[in-house]
């Protein structure tokens, strides 16, 4: 699209609803029985809506973090009591305007966390009419009363929502891979249930229930959970066809990244130096030259790391504003406390790479509020190093399946919670419903590392080859909390072991029968969950085998529970690398890249081979 039109669809009038969001229910009205035996009998309805509006904003309150620029609540005109809906917001579209809840004459009511990209288009092409404001929220309501619950799927973009009338809940929904948070928590005594976007705003509530609400579903009273998201390519026995520029990978990726710019507040980018943040870079500069923002991108590591020697080649390559947060163990240790209350989980694997997240948000905080990252390729393109023993194709997209339908509690909870502690929001492009559609439906034999496919992640690179710095295109793939440093993480893990106690250590077992930690590192982290979140472990994920790649069909040496077992690669390519004997990289040799395709092929008319149809509307 052209200049003139890309700044009308970046600039126009519309609210994007980032924020945290708390719903409760009470369709039986007996937590007003509950207060009135405290409160005395003859608690009038009033004082009871009182009750439950401070309970309501001191509970999203917690996680104010998620939305520093105001907060909003609702309960029922009739004056019921019998349920309550409450929003902390992030303003990135029309700060002045877009405060939820959102509530209609009609009595229906909604709290949004995230934004619908496509909310204009679903408009003119649904006939919905206009609505009272510009919101991207108004959609879900105006969707609801056309369709019902069944209209998830026509939604492109990030999402979880609550939507209620004066009877009580009417629906709550998630995105499809759980880009945004989404806890429910439920009482069979008294028919309470609660929703929120953290968990730490209904931990001590009176559920006997808690879950974390499935991605790619929705729920009503009636149904219970009803999946949506339900993709041709996901199932163990699908076999993809063709490579990269049959299903137009690049071209889908560009629509996403262009997409995903709308903002009405400075915006930058994470720029970790690895090939998949160097992608989207590539994609942004134009755009950010279109808009005629300062490029702003960002990267943490200690001083000499592979990631932060990439990043400056990038940043130089494209004339970037480049921040650099220097990070050191002893940070990183003070700060496993806050990380873990943010975070919500004391998974291992998910801390440590968390933990530079952490202070790469603090940093992009003090400059922007949105900013695009590379979150999502290795789940779609096969990018752990580990994936170098896939044995086949169809071995490959069995691995990719499993490790994108964890994305939910794993690369997307560390995305959105580290920079939701900071009020930062993270956007995925890889994760448009889209460019998973175009990846996921390609031969998963591009996906191996055979023959001239030397590098993970050969299908991706060679797409951009000759465009993004050498060096940094064909670099090994490095997760963020081996990227950042060679060292650190060992350091981090003889701080752990010296905070455990040998009498702590022996009664690991009893203190802790689920998901006992095996090194006194697990302990620590589990330690402080349960300080914070007691009793809440049941369903916190945990790699079986302690780190992603032992869930794999196949054997591979690349990792174990402490993490990747050779770092010493990660400075493959790259020069002035701090190597852990104290000396420097030198840049050995890459092999070189096969050609790249062209983006798309033409077709036979001269136009675009366009990609499937998808079942999400673009």
Known sequence: ?????????????????????????????????????????????????????????ELVLRQRTRGPDGHGHHEPSNGSGKYGLAHVRLAIMDPEHGQQPLVREEGRSVVHNGEIYNYKQLQASQALGPAPTTSDSEVILQLYAKHGPDFCNMLNGIFAFVIADESGPVMAARDHCGIKPLYMGTCRATGQVWFSSELKSIVDQSCDHFCEFPDGHYWTPQSGFVKWYSPEWDDDSYVGTGGTAEHCVRQALETAVRKQCMSDVPFGLLLSGGVDSAVVAQ?????????????????????????????????????????????????????????????????????????????????????????????????????????????????VHKELRRIFHHLHNVNNQRSDRMSMAWGVEARVPFLDPNVIDAVMKVDPEYKTVKGERKHEKHALRSLFDGEIVHEVLWRTKAMQCEGIGMTWVEKLQAMCHRAVSDEEWKGAAQRFPLNTPHTREEYYYRAIFERFFKGMDAFVHVWPGGCRAAGAAWGSSKY??????????LANG?????????????????????????????????????????????
């Open 283 to 395: 994609i942004l500069k134009p755009i950010m030259d279109e808009l005629g923002q300062e490029y702003h991108t960002f990267c943490v590591g200690q001083p000499g790391s592979p990631d932060v020697t990439a990043a400056k080649l990038i940043s130089e390559r494209l004339g970037t504003t480049h921040h650099v947060h220097a990070f050191n163990p002893e940070e990183a240790f003070e700060a496993i406390p806050q990380v873990i209350y943010h975070l919500e989980t004391y998974e291992p694997e998910l801390i440590r790479s968390a933990i530079p997240n952490y202070f790469l948000a603090r940093l992009t905080s003090q400059h922007v509020k949105m900013v695009l990252t590379g979150e999502g390729s290795d789940e779609l393109f096969a990018g752990y190093l580990y994936f170098h023993d896939a044995p086949d194709g169809a071995a």
């Open 560 to 569: 174990t529970r402490a993490g990747l077992a050779d770092v010493t690669q």
């Open 1 to 57: 699209s052209s200049s003139k039109e890309f700044d009308c669809q970046c600039k126009s009038a519309c609210t994007v609803a980032m924020c945290g969001i708390l719903a409760f229910f009470d369709p039986e009205g007996k937590g007003h029985a509950e207060l009135q035996a405290r409160m005395g009998q003859g608690t009038s309805g009033a004082e009871y809506r009182a009750a439950l509006k401070e309970k309501l904003v």
């Open 574 to 618: 790259l020069t002035g690398v701090a190597l852990p004997n104290g000396q420097e990289s030198v840049g050995t040799p890459l092999p070189p890249a096969v050609p790249a395709k062209a983006p798309c092929d033409p077709a036979p008319s001269g136009g675009i081979v366009q990609p499937q149809p998808t079942p999400i509307v673009a």
